[in-house]
Nanobody, 124 residues
Framework: QVQLVESGGGLVQAGGSLRLSCAAS????????MGWFRQAPGKEREWVSA????????YYADSVKDRFTISRDNAKSTVYLQMNSLEPEDTTVYYC?????????????????WGQGTQVTVSS
């Protein structure tokens, strides 16, 4: 089994930055892709970003392109999401996720492992 633990959320003013971390433990060798989702109250869970664990290739939703950067540290089994130029619209709970499948997908139900979520709040 794989366990994911997020950290780094908090309060920030518009235009500020935060870095989220996601530490993976357990059978991490089974993971092919790791990524981040977010879900605001009353809204669908949406995919934000992903990284191929083996190749390091990165992918981003249009809403966060040029503002967010995903990266991974293989030695620490940790994925990061550097969030710059934050906007109030970025306010929500962010979830780290991982999947065994090789193909990148934005469909939440196809991701097998999830963290507990970390709150990000951006004030105007």
């Amino acid at each position: 089994q794989v366990q994911l633990v997020e950290s780094g959320g908090g309060l920030v003013q518009a235009g500020g930055s935060l870095r989220l971390s996601c530490a993976a433990s357990g059978r991490t060798s089974s993971i092919s892709v790791m990524g981040w989702f977010r879900q605001a109250p009353g809204k669908e869970r949406e995919w934000v970003s992903a990284v191929n664990w083996r190749s390091g290739n990165t992918y981003y939703a249009d809403s966060v392109k040029d503002r967010f950067t995903i990266s991974r540290d293989n030695a620490k089994s940790t994925v990061y999401l550097q969030m710059n130029s934050l906007e109030p619209e970025d306010t929500t709970v962010y979830y780290c996720a991982a999947r065994r499948g090789k193909i990148l997908t934005s469909t939440p139900r196809l991701w097998e492992y999830w963290g507990q979520g970390t709150q990000v709040t951006v004030s105007s």
